[in-house]
C-alpha cells in the first residue's frame, strides 16, 4: 500500500460489523495506531492479523500526530483505529488528520460503524437532519451551559454519555431543554442491546428506577413541540410543568420564563401580580353590598 494515513472503522460491539476492507487494510498497515493496545490487540488476534502496534490517544495525540505523518512520508502505510467505532468521532484521530493534510500526506477513510448513525437510524425519530453533540462536559455547570446552547435548535441531538452520568444528564436535560421524545440507546450490536423509547420525564423516572446501568450510552433527543403558550396564563403554564414535568416550582418558573423570552425575575413579578389580582377579586366578591 502507498504511504497514507488509513482511519480505519472498527466494530462498536460484534465482530462480525467489521468490513471486508478494513481486514484488508489492517492486515497490509506497516503499523497501526491505536487508543489502547491491549483492546486493539484482542480484535487483530481474533482476525489473526499480527502486526506492530503503537499507542494514540488523547494524552499524546499531539506528539504522535506529527511521528505518524513522518511515518506516512517515508512511504508506511499507517492505519489508525479507535478502541471501538471511527476514529475522530468523539475519539482520537482529529490531529493526525490535520497534520497529515497541511504535510500533504493522503488521507484515506475507511468507513464502518458508528454508535451515532446506528442509534439515530434505529430510533424511530427523524432522520433527515440532526445535531451531533458528542460528550456533554462532565462538570455539570459547563454541561447546563452547553445545554442552554443547545436548547432552541428544531433538530433531534445525539450525544453520548457514560452510564453513571446519564440520571443526571437526563435532569438537566429536562430542566433545561424540555420534555422531548427521548431515546436511549445502549450497549448497540452487543448480546445486550438495548432501545428505551419515550420521553425525557418518562425515561428520566425508568432509570432512576435501576439499581445499575451498565455499557455505553447513546441518547437522541428529538425535535421540540412548540409550546403554545401565547393563549396560556402563565401560572397555567407553570402548574403544567410541575404537574407533567415534576418540576420543583422555581424550575418552573425559570422554564417558563425561557419559553416567553423572561426573566426568572420578570416571570416571577407576573406571578405575583396574577395573584394578587386573583386575591383582590375574589375579597371583592365575598365583600357585603
Same mark, same amino acid.
Given at each position: 500500500?502507498?504511504?497514507? =494515513?488509513?482511519?480505519?472503522?472498527?466494530? =462498536?460491539? !460484534?465482530? +462480525?460489523? #467489521?468490513? %471486508?476492507?478494513?481486514?484488508? =487494510?489492517?492486515?497490509?498497515?506497516?503499523? #497501526? *495506531?491505536?487508543?489502547?493496545?491491549?483492546?486493539?490487540?484482542?480484535?487483530?488476534?481474533?482476525?489473526?492479523?499480527?502486526?506492530?502496534? @503503537?499507542?494514540?490517544?488523547?494524552? !499524546?495525540? *499531539?506528539?504522535?500526530?506529527?511521528?505518524?505523518?513522518?511515518?506516512?512520508?517515508?512511504?508506511?502505510?499507517?492505519?489508525? $483505529?479507535?478502541?471501538?467505532?471511527?476514529?475522530?468521532?468523539?475519539?482520537?484521530?482529529?490531529?493526525? $488528520?490535520?497534520?497529515?493534510?497541511?504535510?500533504?500526506?493522503?488521507?484515506?477513510? @475507511?468507513?464502518?460503524?458508528? *454508535?451515532? #448513525?446506528?442509534?439515530?437510524?434505529?430510533?424511530? %425519530?427523524?432522520?433527515?437532519?440532526?445535531?451531533?453533540?458528542?460528550?456533554?462536559?462532565?462538570?455539570? /455547570?459547563?454541561?447546563?451551559?452547553?445545554?442552554?446552547?443547545?436548547?432552541?435548535?428544531?433538530?433531534?441531538?445525539?450525544?453520548?454519555?457514560?452510564?453513571?452520568? @446519564?440520571?443526571?444528564?437526563?435532569?438537566?436535560?429536562?430542566?433545561?431543554?424540555?420534555?422531548?421524545?427521548?431515546?436511549?440507546?445502549?450497549?448497540?450490536?452487543?448480546?445486550?442491546?438495548?432501545?428505551?423509547?419515550?420521553?425525557? /420525564?418518562?425515561?428520566?423516572?425508568?432509570?432512576?428506577?435501576?439499581?445499575?446501568?451498565?455499557?455505553?450510552?447513546?441518547? @437522541?433527543?428529538?425535535?421540540?413541540?412548540?409550546? +403554545?403558550?401565547?393563549?396560556?396564563?402563565?401560572?397555567?403554564?407553570?402548574?403544567?410543568? =410541575?404537574?407533567? !414535568?415534576?418540576?420543583?416550582?422555581?424550575?418552573? #418558573?425559570?422554564?417558563?420564563?425561557?419559553?416567553?423570552?423572561? /426573566?426568572?425575575?420578570?416571570?416571577? *413579578?407576573?406571578?405575583? /401580580?396574577?395573584?394578587?389580582?386573583?386575591?383582590?377579586?375574589?375579597?371583592?366578591?365575598?365583600?357585603?353590598?
Amino acid at each position: 500500500m502507498a504511504g497514507a =494515513i488509513y482511519l480505519v472503522a472498527t466494530p =462498536i460491539g !460484534n465482530l +462480525e460489523d #467489521i468490513t %471486508l476492507r478494513a481486514l484488508r =487494510i489492517l492486515r497490509e498497515a506497516d503499523v #497501526i *495506531a491505536c487508543e489502547d493496545t491491549r483492546h486493539t490487540r484482542k480484535l487483530l488476534t481474533h482476525f489473526e492479523i499480527h502486526k506492530p502496534l @503503537i499507542s494514540y490517544h488523547e494524552h !499524546n495525540e *499531539a506528539q504522535r500526530a506529527s511521528e505518524l505523518v513522518e511515518r506516512a512520508q517515508r512511504g508506511e502505510a499507517v492505519a489508525v $483505529v479507535s478502541d471501538a467505532g471511527t476514529p475522530g468521532i468523539s475519539d482520537p484521530g482529529f490531529r493526525v $488528520v490535520r497534520a497529515a493534510v497541511e504535510a500533504g500526506v493522503p488521507v484515506v477513510s @475507511i468507513p464502518g460503524p458508528v *454508535a451515532a #448513525i446506528s442509534a439515530l437510524t434505529a430510533s424511530g %425519530l427523524p432522520t433527515d437532519s440532526f445535531r451531533f453533540v458528542g460528550f456533554l462536559p462532565a462538570k455539570k /455547570s459547563q454541561r447546563r451551559k452547553a445545554l442552554e446552547s443547545l436548547k432552541s435548535q428544531d433538530v433531534p441531538l445525539v450525544l453520548y454519555e457514560a452510564p453513571h452520568r @446519564i440520571v443526571e444528564t437526563l435532569e438537566d436535560v429536562l430542566r433545561l431543554v424540555g420534555d422531548r421524545p427521548l431515546v436511549v440507546a445502549r450497549e448497540l450490536t452487543k448480546l445486550h442491546e438495548e432501545y428505551l423509547r419515550g420521553t425525557v /420525564s418518562g425515561l428520566l423516572n425508568e432509570l432512576r428506577s435501576r439499581t445499575t446501568l451498565k455499557g455505553e450510552v447513546t441518547v @437522541i433527543i428529538g425535535r421540540g413541540s412548540p409550546v +403554545e403558550t401565547s393563549e396560556k396564563p402563565l401560572a397555567e403554564r407553570v402548574a403544567e410543568l =410541575i404537574e407533567n !414535568n415534576s418540576l420543583p416550582r422555581m424550575e418552573a #418558573i425559570k422554564q417558563a420564563a425561557r419559553e416567553r423570552g423572561l /426573566s426568572k425575575r420578570e416571570a416571577y *413579578a407576573l406571578l405575583q /401580580s396574577a395573584e394578587d389580582s386573583s386575591a383582590t377579586a375574589g375579597a371583592g366578591r365575598l365583600a357585603p353590598r
